[in-house]
């Protein structure tokens, strides 16, 4: 592929993600309000709605880079764009019918978790393929922060849509979204599907290769499991935070979406900052500051009453998700740069499996824990939860570097992170 093809390519690849994720930012407040004021869902509902938009990590999160390795990858994800629309649309028929249920929109979040997963993994995949390593930084940079620009531009678009045409009308806008990211990806070189040959190693033993690299390897072992605690914290806000915002907070239906966009403006503003803070505080430093503005952002979020609880949410959500995207972007380029291409699909399945695993999970604790102790006080205990994310750092060899190391692992490198015996 030529440089021009790649640029090309890439650019195409672009547009496709912008489109799907301002369609998907509409979603994240639609769905939730959908629970809140049409179906009167509770904080238990509110948080099994949550984990089954990410379940679909833990059920099929593995076997996802064997399965991206042997299917051909625009094909797929074309059909899985048209697959999540069809899905989306179904949701408004039945309102329009009088026949929406809380488990029709169960079922769908279900639906869209599972071609979530296989879609994620191709286009993590796709990226390293039409772009030099040395520019990966600053492409995987220019990803978040598009997707921080869908994250503050869509819910706050998402609240005037709901407050304009309702929770549910507003669903068709991600449904189109999901049509035009097809339409775009439809023109890029597809990738065909692996021959099969009687050496090649099934699918548990790819699964487990991809597994071992991940676990033992110094860096992202620990990285991931960093994640993970983060992303259990992201659960568990997912979970509560509209309800929070209406019950608790009692901010209006329109002034929802608002205060949610304020995490599109901290994942902004964070993946501006990731390349030039790479440089001067170095990329294994940069991971640990990430987790621990996170930590300690996520404690002023739940804080206040009136409409100082809704600055003090706004405040929080920016610095948290600025965190989480400077931790996300410098780890996330640091595997598809340090990992062999052979085996970079099964890394991020792995990586994706247990991190977004931890959603669905602390998605469906914090609706126990909310209906228990209410929103605020599960929305300070799993503040507290967050701050094993950096110490699971510090404890382990990242300590003591300031930058990640920059090349491919080697054969023999790859032997060292297999378990003995």
Known sequence: ???????????????ASATSSLGSAFTAIALPLTAVLILDATPFEMGVVAAAGYVAWIVIGLPAGPIVQRLPLRATQVAIDLARAGAIATLPIAWWLDALTLAHVVAVALVISFA??????????FLPRVVPKEQLQSRNSLMSGTQAASQLGGPSLGGLAVQLLGAVPTLLIDAASYVASAVLLRTLPDREPE?????????????????????????MGPCMWSATAINFTCGGQVALFAYYLVHVADAPSGL??????????????????????????????LCVVGGLVSAAAAFVIPVGSGWGAWVAFALGNIVFAGGVVVFSTTTRTYR?????P??????????????????????LVAGALGGWLG???????????????????????????????????????????????
């Open 1 to 15: 592929m030529t440089t021009r093809d790649e640029s090309r390519a890439f650019w195409t690849y672009w547009a």
């Open 195 to 219: 021959a099969e040959s009687d050496d090649r190693p099934g699918m548990r033993a790819m699964i487990r290769e991809g597994w071992d690299f991940v676990v033992h390897h110094p860096i």
């Open 342 to 363: 052979d085996l970079l699909s099964r890394v991020m399945a792995t990586v994706r499996f247990v991190s977004w695993g931890a959603i669905p999970v602390g998605g």
């Open 256 to 285: 929802v979406g608002f205060l949610l966009a304020a995490e599109g403006v901290g994942s902004l503003v964070g993946a501006a900052l990731v390349p030039a803070a790479v440089r001067v505080v170095g990329s294994a430093r």
């Open 336 to 340: 598809q740069i340090a990992t062999p």
């Open 116 to 125: 979530n997963v296989i879609f994620d993994v191709a286009n993590f995949t």
């Open 375 to 421: 929103a605020r006080t599960a929305l300070f205990v799993f503040a507290a939860l967050t701050l094993l994310s950096p110490l699971i750092l510090m404890a382990g060899p990242i300590r003591h570097l300031r930058d990640f190391p920059d090349q491919v692992a080697t054969e023999r490198e790859r032997e060292v992170s297999r378990p003995r015996g």
